[in-house]
C-alpha cells in the first residue's frame, strides 16, 4: 500500500515506514501531522476521487529538522570586474510515515442501510399564487413595454432630417478661402520680361 501526498508544493511517493525530506513546515521536532493525500494504492483499489480522499489519512511524525547540502552561486561578468560568490542551504524537514489508513466503507453502506428502502425524500410544495401574479417576467414586460419602432420610421417628435448639402441656418459663416478681387491690381509674375532682339 502506498500514498502520493502534498506537502511544500511538491508530491513525494510515500509508504508506511519511510522517511522522506520536505520542505521546511512549522512544526516541533516529535511532533505528528496529517499530510494532504492525493492517490492510495492498496493492491488493486485505486482511491483517487475527492468524495473518497476525505476517508484517507497520511499520519507522519516529525524526525528532526535539517538543512540541505551547500551549493555554491558565482556570478561574473568579464570586463567589467563584477564577481560574486554567495552560498545556500535549504530548510528541510525529515518524516516518517508512520501510518496509511482507509476508513472502510462499511460504515457509509450501514448508513444507507439504515433508512428505509422506500422512504424518498419529501418533494417541495409550490406555494398558491394568486392569478394576477401567475404571469412570467417575459409576458409583463412585453405588455407594459412600449411598441418598438423600426429604423426607417422617424419620430414624431423628432425635428425634420436635412441633407448634409443643405447649410444649417444658424451655422457660421465657412471657413473658404476668399476669392480674389476683381479690383485688385494684377499678381507680379517672377519670370523675367523678354527683351527685344535689337537690345533696345
Do not use: C, N, W
Not at 94 to 121: F, H, M, N, Q, Y
Amino acid at each position: 500500500m502506498y500514498a502520493i501526498v502534498r506537502t511544500g508544493g511538491k508530491q513525494y511517493r510515500v509508504e508506511q515506514g519511510q522517511s522522506l525530506l520536505v520542505e521546511r513546515l512549522a512544526v516541533d521536532d516529535g511532533a505528528s501531522l496529517d499530510l494532504e493525500p492525493l492517490l492510495v494504492v492498496d493492491g488493486t483499489d485505486v482511491v483517487d476521487e475527492a468524495s473518497a480522499l476525505g476517508r484517507v489519512r497520511v499520519q507522519a511524525r516529525v524526525v528532526g529538522h535539517e538543512r540541505g547540502p551547500k551549493l555554491r552561486v558565482v556570478k561574473f561578468k568579464p570586463k567589467r570586474g563584477y564577481r560574486r560568490r554567495t552560498g545556500h542551504r535549504q530548510e528541510l524537514t525529515r518524516l516518517e510515515v508512520t501510518a496509511i489508513k482507509v476508513d472502510s466503507s462499511r460504515r457509509g453502506k450501514a448508513a444507507a442501510d439504515k433508512e428505509p428502502a422506500g422512504a424518498e425524500s419529501p418533494k417541495p410544495v409550490a406555494a398558491d399564487v394568486p392569478a394576477s401574479r401567475s404571469r412570467s417576467r417575459a409576458e409583463s414586460k412585453s405588455e407594459d413595454a412600449p411598441p418598438s419602432r423600426s429604423r426607417a420610421e422617424p419620430r414624431e417628435d423628432a425635428p425634420p432630417s436635412r441633407s448634409r448639402a443643405e447649410p444649417r441656418e444658424d451655422a457660421p459663416p465657412s471657413r473658404s478661402r476668399a476669392k480674389p478681387k476683381e479690383d485688385a491690381p494684377p499678381s507680379r509674375s517672377r519670370a523675367k520680361p523678354k527683351e527685344d532682339e535689337d537690345g533696345s
